[in-house]
């Protein structure tokens, strides 16, 4: 079984940088797409950014383009998601997820991911 593990969040002002990775254990699945999302309480859960299994291709979010990027390092089982920029409405729960193809990852996420990780607060004040 794979698990995966949010970490970097925390309490940022507007205009901060955070750093959030996302490592797998229990076995390797650095051939899977990755995607960031993020969830308001009572929300649905909602794209951020994707990146296929080479970290060759990425995407994002209309909102985040320009501010957050989105890496893997496949050696060590992690990805990654710089934010930069932070806006108050960038406040919310960040989940990663991994899924077979990044076509899963940007259209299909509510029902076809394969691993979900427990998520990570990240807050933005004003």
């Known amino acids: 079984q794979v698990q995966l593990v949010e970490s970097g969040g925390g309490l940022v002002q507007a205009g901060g940088s955070l750093r959030l990775s996302c490592t797998a254990s229990g076995r390797t699945v650095s051939t899977y797409a990755k995607g960031w999302f993020r969830q308001l309480p009572g929300k649905e859960r909602e794209f951020v950014a994707a990146?296929?299994?080479?970290?060759?291709?990425?995407y994002y979010e209309d909102s985040v383009k320009g501010r957050f990027t989105v890496s893997r390092d496949n050696a060590k089982n992690t990805v990654y998601l710089q934010m930069t920029s932070l806006k108050p409405e960038d406040t919310a729960v960040y989940y990663c997820?991994?899924?077979?193809?990044?076509?899963?990852?940007?259209?299909?996420?509510?029902?076809?991911?394969?691993?979900w990780g427990r998520g990570t607060q990240v807050t933005v004040s004003a």
């Open positions: 990146i296929d299994w080479s970290g060759n291709k990425t």
């Open positions: 997820g991994a899924a077979r193809t990044i076509a899963i990852v940007m259209l299909d996420h509510r029902y076809r991911m394969d691993y």
